[in-house]
């Protein structure tokens, strides 16, 4: 079993930036893939960004590439989500997830097998 927190999520203003992390306990961090998705009211939880066990493989949602990097640091078991150019349209609550099984991300939520409690980002205009 795994356990994730995440943090650094708050208010900004559009065009902004945050960081988002991601803290795992539990089992070996470097054996699993990592996601994050995030949530806004009354939308479905939908795949922003992944990353494979290494690191050397990533993926992301079409209207946050170039602007969001996700990336991992398996001594600290942690992921991050640097978010850049933020917009109003990002508000959400962010969660990261765990996938034991594959090896490359995938973006279908219902494959993650573990979540943290979410992080509100709230993007002003």
């Known amino acids: 079993q795994v356990q994730l927190v995440e943090s650094g999520g708050g208010l900004v203003q559009a065009g902004g930036s945050l960081r988002l992390s991601c803290a795992a306990s539990?089992?070996?961090?470097?054996?699993?893939?990592m996601g994050w998705f995030r949530q806004a009211p009354g939308k479905e939880r939908e795949f922003v960004a992944g990353?494979?066990?290494?690191?050397?493989?990533?993926s992301y949602e079409d209207s946050v590439k170039g602007r969001f990097t996700i990336s991992r640091d398996n001594a600290k078991n942690t992921v991050y989500l640097q978010m850049n150019s933020l917009k109003p349209e990002d508000t959400a609550v962010y969660y990261c997830?765990?996938?034991?099984?594959?090896?490359?991300?995938?973006?279908?939520?219902?494959?993650?097998?573990?979540w943290g409690q979410g992080t509100q980002v709230t993007v002003s205009s």
């Open positions: 539990g089992r070996t961090f470097s054996t699993y893939v």
């Open positions: 997830a765990v996938d034991y099984h594959r090896t490359i991300p995938a973006r279908n939520r219902i494959v993650y097998d573990y």
């Open positions: 990353i494979s066990r290494s690191g050397g493989s990533t």
